[in-house]
């Protein structure tokens, strides 16, 4: 075998409802990669100290500025699993359940709450659930249906405000990343 000539930056994503497999077939796919002599940094995912599906929940700003004034907000979950902070990855956001919501490391945002969500995607996402939400009912994360989407018109616009809060700090940073004209042609 070959020795790589050079290094590609890449990310291969394994997301898919808990339980399904998705971070066992993360496992089996980093260590295909591993045998062939390619490496690999797969991240280290684990079950969180609480079901975390699906449910409004408080998660707290860590890193000053990414928010402006917000310093807590109600964002929507729906995971099971959390996960270590990459090497020189800042904490941005965080709450008592999962205390990795969110991060920025470089040019990267990393995001596990959903601040992108909209009505029609909740709806969506309960209906095609409703098994896992049954099956988490126990856990004190995990809010009924009817209690999710009675709170959607009280906490959908301020959760679109802070994604576009969010949104703006990181793009405003990528400029230090932006290669120049001259570089391009």
């Not at 929507?76 to 920025?104: D, I, Y």
């Not at 709806?123 to 009924?144: L, R, Y």
């Not at 959607?152 to 793009?171: F, I, N, Q």
Request: proline share 6%; aromatic share 10%; glycine share 8%.
């Amino acid at each position: 075998m070959q020795p790589l000539a050079a290094t590609n930056d890449f990310v291969v994503k394994f997301a898919n409802v808990n339980g399904s497999g998705s971070a066992s077939a993360n496992e089996l796919f980093a260590k295909s990669f591993l045998r062939m002599g390619i490496p690999v940094s797969p991240r280290n995912i684990f079950p969180s100290n609480i079901q975390g599906l699906p449910t409004w929940y408080e998660v707290r700003v860590t890193a000053r500025g990414w928010l402006g004034s917000v310093r807590e907000f109600d964002a929507f979950h729906w995971h099971g699993e959390t996960f270590n902070l990459p090497t020189g990855a800042a904490p941005v956001l965080t709450n008592r359940h999962c205390t990795n919501q969110a991060f920025a490391v470089g040019k990267h945002l990393g995001l596990q709450c959903h601040i992108e969500m909209t009505a029609e995607m909740i709806d969506k996402w309960c209906e095609f659930g409703a098994d896992e939400i049954a099956a988490s009912a126990g856990s004190p994360a995990v809010q009924p249906v009817q209690a999710i989407r009675s709170a959607m018109e009280e906490k959908l616009p301020r959760l679109h405000a802070v994604a576009r809060r969010l949104y703006e700090h990181w793009v405003a940073g990528l400029e230090e990343y932006r290669v120049p004209d001259s570089v391009r042609s």
